[in-house]
């Protein structure tokens, strides 16, 4: 959390996590929360609301607000206080956590929310809307009045359809769970953990698919994980806050030193795919296998003098989710960064590119480039019948002689693996 001594930068970089927002809760904000924070407080909320990925400098912020940064510190003191906003600080990089106000009756139950309340809107206005809350509560008096069915259509005679009954109710859908891979990690040990601290069953089972897509990411031991989740914990509602926890995710990932990540191991390219596949090919298949998306990635950006932004690190959540394996992911990644020549790994191209791999039945990195080497000699047959004549166009060259992108990446990726092995 933002210390009280901690000054406000305007070059610190933004990140807003909102949360969902509705007519109720803007008239709550309105009627409760505007008499006690003020103008300058209730413009921030709004425009820090209305921002899902804000990944600019604070300044920005300012200047679509038109306050100075002293005037925006004390409006953000103000949500803080009033519990509208939680407020974290690491490295220069700031992350505001929106919260929603609270519900009339909850409002009303808080003692020190009400009496501030009070003391800055008035007995009148404290007065009217208490009477609106006792206005909606309906007395415990009160008759049920509801109408049943045959009060309302009569004695109809009623006929079973011919098709199943089974087929006809309405199924619970529910997300499948990400594949345990036991071998390198057991999520049993992580669960085992949680509940020590005090985590109820279903809660643990609820986070089964983040702890298994966050550790196919970085690419963490389940010590490793259990000690972030430690410390991401809420303690008071039992719960793990997923914002923190991937914050110190990612800043133990970009450490170079990091001693405890999972080792790399010279993957073996076997079958069909070490014939179709070149030199090159294989060495990438390699670096596909030993690191994971998290990591991948950010080497390949880090050549180009880049960071992976918090939009590209939803992008890998969202392909994790999709079902595609980590290896999968990493050569996704290579064909738009290197292939294409992207600056970044844009969602739209990553889900197209994901659900050619899915509809293909892709299942590892060998398979991934046979893919891609597949659908670019399609496209290339396709543009000769068109124009009955063979265009140029610009592949992926994975055994260039010359030193081109994929080469340097492959380098770079292969130097990252041997200074990541143990010693």
Avoid at 19 to 39: C, I, R
Avoid at 102 to 128: I, M, P
Avoid at 246 to 257: I, P
Wanted: proline content about 3%.
């Amino acid at each position: 959390m933002i210390e009280k001594q901690t000054q406000l930068n305007a070059y610190w970089h933004l990140r807003i996590q909102v949360v969902n927002f509705d007519s109720n809760d803007l008239k709550n904000l309105t009627d409760f929360y505007l008499p006690m924070v003020g103008t300058d407080a209730f413009a921030a909320y709004l425009a820090l609301q209305n921002f899902d990925d804000f990944n600019d400098q604070l300044n920005e912020l300012l200047d679509l607000l038109n306050i100075s940064l002293l005037a925006f510190d004390d409006a953000r003191k103000k949500l803080e206080a009033t519990g509208l906003l939680n407020s974290y600080l690491s490295a220069g990089n700031l992350l505001f956590v929106i919260k929603k106000p609270l519900a009339k009756e909850t409002f009303f139950a808080d003692d020190l929310l009400s009496s501030f309340f009070f003391s800055v809107a008035g007995k009148a206005r404290f007065q009217k809307l208490s009477m609106q809350l006792q206005k909606e509560a309906m007395p415990l008096s009160a008759v049920k009045m509801n109408a049943n069915f045959y009060e309302a259509f009569g004695n109809i005679n009623l006929k079973r359809p011919d098709v199943a009954t089974a087929s006809l109710s309405a199924k619970k859908l529910r997300k499948p769970l990400i594949e345990e891979n036991k071998d390198t990690f057991n999520f049993d040990l992580v669960a085992a953990s949680l509940k020590k601290y005090g985590v109820s069953p279903d809660e643990v089972a609820k986070e089964h698919n983040f702890i298994l897509s966050q550790h196919l990411i970085y690419g963490f031991s389940e010590e490793k994980m259990i000690d972030l989740l430690a410390s991401a914990l809420l303690i008071d509602k039992k719960t793990v806050d997923h914002t923190l926890f991937r914050q110190q995710l990612e800043k133990l990932a970009l450490k170079s030193s990091e001693s405890d990540s999972v080792p790399v191991s010279a993957a073996v390219v076997q079958g069909h795919e070490q014939v179709k596949l070149n030199r090159d090919e294989q060495q990438l298949v390699q670096a596909a296998k030993g690191l994971p998306p998290f990591q991948f990635l950010a080497q390949l950006k880090k050549m180009r003098g880049g960071i992976v932004t918090s939009a590209e690190q939803k992008n890998i959540d969202h392909l994790v989710d999709l079902g595609l394996k980590p290896e999968v992911i990493n050569i996704l990644i290579h064909q738009i960064l290197v292939g294409m020549e992207s600056t970044n790994l844009p969602a739209a191209l990553s889900q197209a590119i994901a659900d050619s791999f899915l509809q293909s039945h892709v299942q590892n990195a060998g398979e991934a480039i046979l893919s891609v080497k597949s659908r670019q000699e399609k496209q290339s047959e396709k543009r000769y019948s068109k124009y009955k004549l063979v265009q140029k166009e610009k592949k992926i060259d994975y055994g260039s002689a010359k030193k081109t992108d994929n080469q340097l990446a492959l380098d770079a990726l292969a130097k990252y693996q041997r200074e990541k092995k143990p010693s």
